[in-house]
C-alpha cells in the first residue's frame, strides 16, 4: 500500500546525517519525526513546519516554521552528503499540503531524482485520491474536483517522460485498494495519451486525467463486504457492483466535470465486443478515452492481488487481456498499451 499509515511516506533510503552546522540548531527531544528527501522542499517557498537533521540518536532543528529552505541551505545538505531530513509528525499535514502545492515544482525538477519523484507523484495522488473515496460522500464536491485537478495538472508534464514511464511501474502497489488503483489507472492513462500521440491538448489530457482518476468513484455506494468478497459473487451483489459506472455519473452531477471525464466514468466497463456494461456499446459507440481507460483498468485490475485473486505478472496479465478477453478491448487502443509497457514511445 503507498501510504496507509501515512509514516512512510517520501522516505529516503537509510542515510547517516553529519555537518549542516547553520550555528542556530535546537536539540529537540525524543524521536517522533518522520524522514523526507531534502529534494521535496522548494528553496523558493515558505514553509509552515521544522526541519531537523539526525545527528546520532537526537534531532537537531534546522529550519524554522515560517523560513525558506534557502538554496543555500539546501546546498549545504549536498555537500554534507545529507540526503534525508526530518519533519515533526505533529506537523505531517502541514508537509503534505506543502508538497500539495508545490507537485508541479517537484515534479519537473529534473535534478531530483526520478524514484524521489515517482514516490512523490504516487503519494500526493494517492492522498487526494484517498481523501474523495474516505468521505464517502454521496456527491463529489467542487473542492475535491478541484484538488483531483491540481494533482492532474500538476503531473502532465512528469507523466509525459520516458523515465517516468520506467520508474512508476516499479513504485505501483500490487496490493489493490481503490485509490491507489485509481491512481495507477490514470498514470497508465497519461502515458498511453503520449504513446498515441494525442498529447498536444493539455485541457483534454487533464479531461481524461480526470475521467481515469475518478473511474470507480460510484463504488463509494457499493457495499465495503461485497467489494472485498473473496469468493464469487451471487447475482444481487453483482447487481451492486454494475451500478458503480451510473453511481459515478450521478455523484458528479453538480460539478463542472467534462463530458470526456463523464464518459470515463460511464462507459469504463464496456468491451469493444458489446459484451460489458452498463449499456452493452460496442466498438466505435464506445466514446474513445472510456476505451482507453478501460484497458488501462482491466492491466492495473490484473496486476495487483484482489481479494479473489492474486496479482498477475504483465506478461501473464497481457496474455490473459489478449487470449480469454480477446475481443474486450480496442485494437488500436491495446496494441499501443503494449508498446508503452515495453517502453515505446510515439513513433
Ligand atoms: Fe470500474
Ligand atoms: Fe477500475
Same mark, same amino acid.
Given at each position: 500500500? *503507498? $501510504?496507509?499509515?501515512?509514516?512512510?511516506?517520501?522516505? &529516503?533510503?537509510?542515510?547517516?546525517? =553529519?555537518?549542516?552546522?547553520? %550555528? !542556530?540548531?535546537?536539540?529537540?527531544?525524543?524521536?517522533?519525526?518522520?524522514?523526507?528527501?531534502?529534494?521535496?522542499?522548494?528553496?523558493?517557498?515558505?514553509?509552515?513546519?521544522?526541519?531537523?537533521?539526525?545527528?546520532?540518536?537526537?534531532?537537531?532543528?534546522?529550519?524554522?516554521?515560517?523560513?525558506?529552505?534557502?538554496?543555500?541551505?539546501?546546498?549545504?545538505?549536498?555537500?554534507?552528503?545529507?540526503?534525508?531530513?526530518?519533519?515533526?509528525?505533529?506537523?505531517?499535514?502541514?508537509?503534505?499540503?506543502?508538497?500539495?502545492?508545490?507537485?508541479?515544482?517537484?515534479?519537473?525538477?529534473?535534478?531530483?531524482?526520478?524514484?524521489?519523484?515517482?514516490? *512523490? $507523484?504516487?503519494?500526493?495522488?494517492?492522498?487526494?485520491? &484517498?481523501?474523495?473515496?474516505?468521505? =464517502?460522500?454521496?456527491?463529489? %464536491? !467542487?473542492?475535491?474536483?478541484?484538488?483531483?485537478?491540481?494533482?492532474?495538472?500538476?503531473?502532465?508534464?512528469?507523466?509525459?517522460?520516458?523515465?517516468?514511464?520506467?520508474?512508476?511501474?516499479?513504485?505501483?502497489?500490487?496490493?489493490?485498494?481503490?485509490?491507489?488503483?485509481?491512481?495507477?489507472?490514470?498514470?497508465?492513462?497519461?502515458?498511453?495519451?503520449?504513446?498515441?500521440?494525442?498529447?498536444?491538448?493539455?485541457?483534454?489530457?487533464?479531461?481524461?486525467?480526470?475521467?481515469?482518476?475518478?473511474?470507480?468513484?460510484?463504488?463509494?455506494?457499493?457495499?465495503?463486504?461485497?467489494?472485498?468478497?473473496?469468493?464469487?459473487?451471487?447475482?444481487?451483489?453483482?447487481?451492486?457492483?454494475?451500478?458503480?459506472?451510473?453511481?459515478?455519473?450521478?455523484?458528479?452531477?453538480?460539478?463542472?466535470?467534462?463530458?470526456?471525464?463523464?464518459?470515463?466514468?460511464?462507459?469504463?466497463?464496456?468491451?469493444?465486443?458489446?459484451?460489458?456494461?452498463?449499456?452493452?456499446?460496442?466498438?466505435?459507440?464506445?466514446?474513445?478515452?472510456?476505451?482507453?481507460?478501460?484497458?488501462?483498468?482491466?492491466?492495473?485490475?490484473?496486476?495487483?492481488?484482489?481479494?479473489?485473486?492474486?496479482?498477475?505478472?504483465?506478461?501473464?496479465?497481457?496474455?490473459?487481456?489478449?487470449?480469454?478477453?480477446?475481443?474486450?478491448?480496442?485494437?488500436?487502443?491495446?496494441?499501443?498499451?503494449?508498446?508503452?509497457?515495453?517502453?515505446?514511445?510515439?513513433?
Amino acid at each position: 500500500m *503507498v $501510504f496507509s499509515s501515512g509514516k512512510n511516506v517520501h522516505a &529516503a533510503a537509510g542515510t547517516t546525517s =553529519r555537518g549542516g552546522d547553520d %550555528g !542556530e540548531s535546537v536539540l529537540a527531544p525524543g524521536d517522533n519525526y518522520f524522514p523526507v528527501s531534502p529534494d521535496t522542499l522548494n528553496p523558493d517557498s515558505l514553509t509552515d513546519f521544522q526541519v531537523y537533521l539526525r545527528r546520532g540518536g537526537r534531532f537537531v532543528l534546522y529550519t524554522k516554521e515560517r523560513e525558506r529552505f534557502s538554496h543555500e541551505r539546501k546546498e549545504r545538505l549536498v555537500e554534507s552528503g545529507i540526503d534525508t531530513v526530518y519533519i515533526p509528525y505533529h506537523q505531517q499535514s502541514s508537509y503534505e499540503n506543502y508538497v500539495f502545492d508545490n507537485l508541479e515544482y517537484i515534479l519537473r525538477d529534473e535534478t531530483i531524482p526520478i524514484k524521489v519523484r515517482s514516490r *512523490v $507523484f504516487l503519494d500526493t495522488t494517492s492522498r487526494q485520491v &484517498a481523501s474523495v473515496f474516505e468521505k =464517502r460522500l454521496p456527491a463529489l %464536491g !467542487e473542492d475535491s474536483l478541484e484538488n483531483i485537478r491540481h494533482v492532474v495538472s500538476s503531473s502532465l508534464s512528469f507523466l509525459s517522460t520516458p523515465e517516468a514511464m520506467e520508474n512508476i511501474g516499479k513504485f505501483v502497489s500490487h496490493d489493490y485498494q481503490t485509490f491507489t488503483h485509481s491512481v495507477q489507472v490514470f498514470s497508465y492513462a497519461m502515458m498511453l495519451m503520449h504513446v498515441l500521440g494525442r498529447d498536444t491538448d493539455e485541457r483534454l489530457l487533464i479531461d481524461v486525467g480526470i475521467g481515469a482518476i475518478l473511474h470507480d468513484i460510484g463504488k463509494v455506494h457499493v457495499p465495503t463486504k461485497i467489494l472485498n468478497k473473496p469468493g464469487r459473487l451471487n447475482e444481487k451483489e453483482w447487481g451492486h457492483i454494475v451500478l458503480h459506472p451510473v453511481h459515478g455519473m450521478r455523484m458528479c452531477a453538480s460539478v463542472a466535470v467534462s463530458q470526456t471525464s463523464l464518459n470515463c466514468i460511464m462507459f469504463h466497463h464496456e468491451k469493444y465486443n458489446g459484451a460489458g456494461y452498463p449499456s452493452g456499446m460496442k466498438e466505435k459507440e464506445i466514446p474513445f478515452y472510456a476505451r482507453l481507460v478501460a484497458c488501462c483498468d482491466v492491466y492495473d485490475a490484473l496486476t495487483s492481488k484482489r481479494p479473489y485473486a492474486p496479482a498477475r505478472e504483465p506478461y501473464e496479465a497481457l496474455k490473459i487481456m489478449g487470449g480469454e478477453m480477446d475481443g474486450s478491448f480496442d485494437p488500436e487502443v491495446f496494441t499501443a498499451f503494449i508498446r508503452m509497457l515495453g517502453g515505446g514511445m510515439k513513433p
